[in-house]
């Protein structure tokens, strides 16, 4: 969904870049000369030319045409996926004419490719206030501010698209998400039921509908939606699932309908769910722990270690995975069957758990403690302990030995 939204603003934004270059060029003494036809489709002779030009205008100190230039190399860099170098160029360009707004837009797609939604929107910001109005601005304004939170900007900016385009399925969705996080969820409800209106296969809208009953501790209606949900997407079907997006677009929905059965106090159908969307989509690592909490309750202890490491894959930080995991390998595992090794790698997750939480008693109690478990099986494999163990060995006997002869001895036997 985001990444057809993202090549669709760049196309539009190249095409803003051809059609604004043609009315800010009469501004400037020198206007930049076409570029050759035979070299017009080599983004790197294009690149050349430009680097003549630059250094041509900066010999003759003409600061505005510099900047264009500037942008202009910036914009080919964009084009080809060179995000750091356009970068570069753009805020070059601003820092010889702060005045043109597309230089802002060209810095905000910039910080877009970066993955940078912070610096994007400020620089969004810096455009709309010096007079750029295009739509694909505003999009990329409206999702920039989402990801940072700013949802009354957002929603501002959501509005703008809306009135513009007219309510699209997407937009009315991500105002109902809006409003939720407004925590005004009668307005929510309002757009999201719109969105589906217009597109009632789109699985988003049924996921956030979900979460918001839910929410509301509306477990009975949640569960209802999914049905519903589930009937207008061939949820079910494995021939819908085309890409790994998608995949994780459907995890979604699998792991709010795990939280519905929770909430009606269904906990093992609940797993059933969050199994599916981990299947869905392996970076929920919370649901992950919960799953592997789940197996370790049921002496599962296998499959509670292969949830566990799922989480550790992800964050090798989650001290409670880590933890769990060092108390698999100190008590519950048996492979590998080496106990020496088992107790070092119980060891390597308790020292992550402790690691991240060093105030935490148990972690250090536990590390302290299999620390003295390995010094002592490593102590089992040296010449001195089997030294010690035939000492031992002989005791015995002798004892035996012993015993033996006065039952001999004795005249009562």
């Known amino acids: 969904m985001r990444k057809n939204s993202f090549i669709f603003l760049m196309v539009a934004f190249f095409f803003n870049l051809l059609s604004a270059c043609q009315s800010d060029t009469k501004q400037f003494v020198e206007t930049l000369p076409p570029l050759p036809d035979s070299v017009t489709t080599i983004i790197s002779n294009q690149v050349q030319f430009l680097n003549q030009q630059i250094e041509k205008s900066e010999a003759t100190d003409k600061q505005e045409n510099t900047a264009h230039y500037y942008y202009k190399r910036a914009a080919l860099y964009l084009s080809s996926g060179k995000e750091n170098i356009a970068l570069d160029d753009i805020e070059q360009a601003i820092s010889l004419d702060s005045t043109k707004s597309k230089y802002y837009f060209a810095l905000a797609q910039a910080y877009q490719q970066k993955n940078e939604p912070k610096n994007t929107l400020k620089a969004a910001q810096k455009a709309i206030e010096l007079g750029f109005t295009d739509l694909e601005l505003y999009r990329l304004y409206a999702y920039s501010a989402f990801n940072e939170k700013k949802w009354s900007e957002s929603l501002l900016a959501f509005e703008e698209i809306a009135n513009r385009t007219g309510e699209k399925t997407e937009t009315l969705y991500y105002q109902g998400i809006i409003w939720n996080k407004k925590n005004d969820t009668t307005k929510a409800m309002s757009f999201l039921r719109k969105a589906i209106e217009k597109d009632s296969t789109y699985i988003p809208v049924y996921t956030e509908i979900i979460k918001i009953y839910n929410q509301s501790k509306l477990p009975k209606n949640a569960w209802k939606e999914a049905q519903f949900a589930f009937a207008k997407t061939n949820f079910h079907s494995p021939n819908k699932i085309i890409s790994t997006s998608d995949n994780k677009i459907r995890s979604q929905l699998s792991l709010h309908y795990g939280n519905t059965w929770s909430n009606l106090r269904k906990r093992d159908s609940s797993i059933v769910w969050y199994r599916k969307a981990i299947k869905q989509d392996s970076t929920l690592t919370q649901t ?27 964050n090798t930080a989650q001290h409670t995975a880590n933890y769990l995991l060092g108390f698999l390998y100190e008590y519950k595992l048996f492979v590998p069957q080496d106990k020496l090794k088992r107790l070092k790698i119980a060891k390597k997750y308790f020292n992550n758990a402790y690691k991240t939480d060093t105030l935490k008693s148990d972690y250090k109690e536990s590390l302290t403690r299999i620390k003295r478990k390995i010094e002592r099986e490593e102590y089992k494999r040296t010449p001195e302990y089997a030294e010690y163990l035939q000492r031992m060995r002989r005791k015995e006997r002798h004892r035996q030995d012993s015993i033996s002869r006065l039952i001999l001895s004795n005249p009562i036997f």
């Not at 799953?291 to 894959?313: C, N």
Request: proline residues 4%; hydrophobic residues 35%.
């Open 288 to 314: 992950a722990l919960k799953v592997g909490i789940y197996m370790l309750e049921k002496k599962y202890y296998p499959q509670a270690d292969y949830y566990f490491k799922k989480v550790v894959s992800q």
